[in-house]
């Protein structure tokens, strides 16, 4: 299977990310390589081993449920772009 | 007929936490924009989401009381888009593995036959942050006091065939989370929401139609109106030769129709992937034991014992345990009287009116469960009336006391005393020779007439306190003299 230029362009697209033309190709060869090296390991028989969720074989620590945090929104907002009334303000997104 | 209906829901309730799923910020309702949003909720470079260990009980809860499957290991992903008001690029919820999966609960039917809703999963994730458009010109402003609410998103298969089936899941579901504890159920504010698939087909069509998706809908009025409103534009449409597009519809309740959502048909690859910040969630025997152990009394074995062991009718069972706040307050009264119909009779209609009129609720009730049951005492040994306790009952209702002090700084009492009562009765008939006559040529059925019109003059002349059996029984006697 290879990643043609159309499907890294959607995958680009997905991820939000400008890709020049100039590009495309050396990208689409790439991926490819990735999508070739996974059909390799997806020769390898796994049954019966069940699918690793993570590498670490452990399980996870819960926290109680308490408020901690306490309110630093100026701290926050002065890295940000721009506010308004407490609101971090975008480019108007239209629905 | 020739279509079917095809309907499956997928609800969002938030789970009624201190704090948030993956942060200790603030859930509470209503904060001050940004004020209960930290770096986690942010998505900050090098935060890390550490889980709420009450969600999990909580979603553990849910999926007892609808005898699912709780597996021992539960793992949460990705679930990549981008929007303004998801900072991280990336929703948390669980795809493969969920925490609940392959439930089921029993409604009612319109025929009132009993009908079994399979619930195929119901997984955790994280809420997003709110968008305002419109009200900043040129930008979007946005609030992330949600970001990071816990969800428990609960996905039921496509067995709804109307609108009214699909009503009757929704608030099986919303009364359970209820009892449980662990959302309040609360639709105005948004903590608990629901998106409908519809889809409809030849009546002996096996494949499912194509379906569309309608969001934004946060009342059961509404929910039943846009699936009507979109089981019809689907079956016009095909009548008329065209086709359904797999789409998002939003529900506009001002104009009652549905439209497409301006598609972002890619933006539905989600990508889905397990998270690598979190590690699997492990479920033990024990725990669920524990949890177990704190069901409550669900609103069908409420029900069932309502009319069992207390000989309640289903209609005044089923109103008195859909919410669990009113079973408890009716619970609450019959410690202190003894008559569950009465009891019954006041929650359901003048308590429940006040509520409804000023828009409170139990938890802010003026008038508690003592108060309503020692009125009710005094009805039941004639110290006042049925229609003079609606006077007592609105004076609690204002804060001016309990039943008794009401009595007494207004002169509430009943009249019982058979010569003051003789009196009333001896001026109605005084005052009213013509009626008199009339009653002595008249049938029994005319009689009846007049005997309501002289009780009528008397509870006048009483105020209403006059007992009203003793009045009736003297006022025949001295009629039919």
Redesign the interface.
């Known amino acids: 299977m290879s990643i043609d230029k159309s499907e890294v362009q959607?995958i680009a697209?997905?991820a939000?990310l400008a890709i020049g033309d100039e590009d495309i190709t050396s990208i689409s060869k790439e991926l490819t390589d990735i999508v070739e090296l996974i059909k390799t390991m997806n020769s390898v028989d796994t049954t019966d081993i069940e699918?690793l969720?993570?590498?670490?074989e452990?399980?996870?620590?819960?926290?109680?449920?308490?408020?901690?945090?306490t309110?630093?929104?100026e701290n926050?907002?002065a890295n940000s772009a721009?506010t308004?009334?407490?609101?971090?303000?975008?480019?108007?997104?239209?629905? | 007929m020739k279509w079917q209906t095809v309907i499956g829901l997928e609800i969002h309730a938030q789970l009624a936490?201190?704090?948030k799923i993956f942060?200790?910020?603030?859930t509470l309702y209503g904060g001050?924009?940004?004020?209960?949003?930290?770096?986690v909720d942010?998505g900050?470079p090098g935060v890390l989401p550490?889980?709420?260990?009450?969600?999990?009980s909580m979603a553990i809860k849910f999926g007892l009381a609808i005898g699912a499957e709780i597996p021992e290991?539960s793992?949460f992903a990705r679930k990549?888009y981008?929007?303004?008001d998801l900072p991280k690029g990336y929703q948390i919820s669980q795809f493969?593995?969920p925490i609940v999966a392959n439930g089921q609960i029993e409604i009612e039917t319109e025929e009132r036959k009993s009908k079994v809703i399979k619930i195929t999963r119901a997984h955790l994730e994280e809420d997003a942050g709110k968008?305002?458009?419109g009200e900043?010109g040129?930008?979007?402003?946005?609030?992330?006091n949600r970001a990071g609410n816990p969800l428990l998103e609960i996905v039921s298969e496509p067995d709804m065939n109307n609108a009214k089936e699909a009503i009757s899941y929704l608030k099986k579901i919303h009364s359970l989370v209820q009892y449980l504890e662990i959302c309040d159920g609360n639709m105005q504010e948004g903590s608990f929401r629901c998106d409908a698939n519809v889809s409809v087909r030849h009546i002996d069509e096996k494949e499912l139609g194509t379906r569309t998706e309608i969001k934004n809908l946060n009342s059961f009025k509404f929910i039943e109106s846009a699936i009507n409103y979109e089981v019809s534009r689907q079956i016009d449409s095909i009548e008329s030769g065209k086709r359904i597009t797999q789409e998002t519809r939003l529900y506009d309740p001002n104009k009652n129709e549905t439209r497409p959502?301006?598609s972002k048909e890619?933006?539905n690859?989600y990508?889905y992937f397990?998270d690598?910040d979190?590690?699997?969630?492990?479920i033990s025997d024990e725990m669920k034991i524990k949890i177990k152990k704190q069901i409550p009394e669900l609103p069908d074995e409420k029900r069932a014992r309502f009319i069992k062991e207390l000989g309640l009718s289903e209609y005044d069972s089923i109103n008195l345990t859909i919410n669990p706040d009113i079973a408890y307050y009716f619970e609450e009264t019959l410690k202190i009287t003894d008559d569950p119909k009465i009891c019954a009779n006041w929650i359901m209609g003048d308590l429940s009116a006040a509520l409804n009129k000023e828009n409170k609720n139990l938890k802010n009730n003026p008038v508690s469960s003592k108060m309503l049951g020692e009125m009710i005492n005094l009805i039941k040994n004639n110290t006042i009336s049925g229609k003079i306790a609606k006077i007592v009952f609105e004076a609690m209702w204002n804060g001016e006391g309990n039943a008794k002090e009401i009595i007494k700084d207004k002169n509430l009492q009943q009249v019982t005393d058979s010569k003051e009562i003789e009196k009333f009765v001896d001026e109605a008939i005084n005052e009213n020779k013509t009626q008199v006559d009339q009653y002595k040529k008249s049938t029994d059925e005319k009689k009846q007439k007049l005997i309501s019109f002289f009780v009528g003059q008397i509870m006048k002349k009483s105020k209403g306190k006059a007992n009203p059996s003793q009045v009736n029984q003297l006022l025949k006697n001295k009629l039919d003299d």
């Open positions: 959607k697209l997905l939000r699918p969720a993570h590498p670490l452990l399980f996870s620590r819960l926290r109680t449920d308490e408020v901690t945090e309110d630093q929104r926050f907002q721009e308004k009334d407490g609101y971090y303000l975008v480019p108007k997104v239209i629905e | 936490t201190k704090s942060s200790g910020s603030s001050a924009p940004n004020t209960q949003a930290c770096a942010l900050l550490v889980i709420n260990e009450q969600v999990i290991k793992i990549n981008f929007y303004p493969e593995l968008s305002i458009h900043f040129n930008n979007t402003a946005i609030d992330l959502m301006r890619e933006a690859d990508r397990p690598p979190l590690l699997p969630i492990f």
